[in-house]
């Protein structure tokens, strides 16, 4: 007898699990990455820019 109320018991905690998950709120999504066709040019070339001054100040450090 007390078999059968330890599996009643797990059965009704997890239909409750499962109302649990099935009414809580959805999560956010993270927004979608933009794919690189899709970014202007300018944006592009900032990055590329930046990342050149960068490595240009790195390298000067290194020679004096």
């Not at 018991?9 to 649990?20: A, E, K, R, S």
């Not at 794919?35 to 100040?57: K, W």
């Amino acid at each position: 007898m007390g078999a059968l109320l330890g599996i009643v018991g797990l059965g009704v905690i997890g239909l409750m699990g499962l109302l649990l998950v099935a009414t809580r709120e959805a999560e956010e999504l993270p927004p979608e990455e933009i794919p690189p066709e899709e970014i202007p040019p300018e944006e592009v070339e900032e990055v590329i820019d930046a990342e050149f001054r960068s490595g240009y100040v790195y390298w000067a450090a290194l020679t004096e």
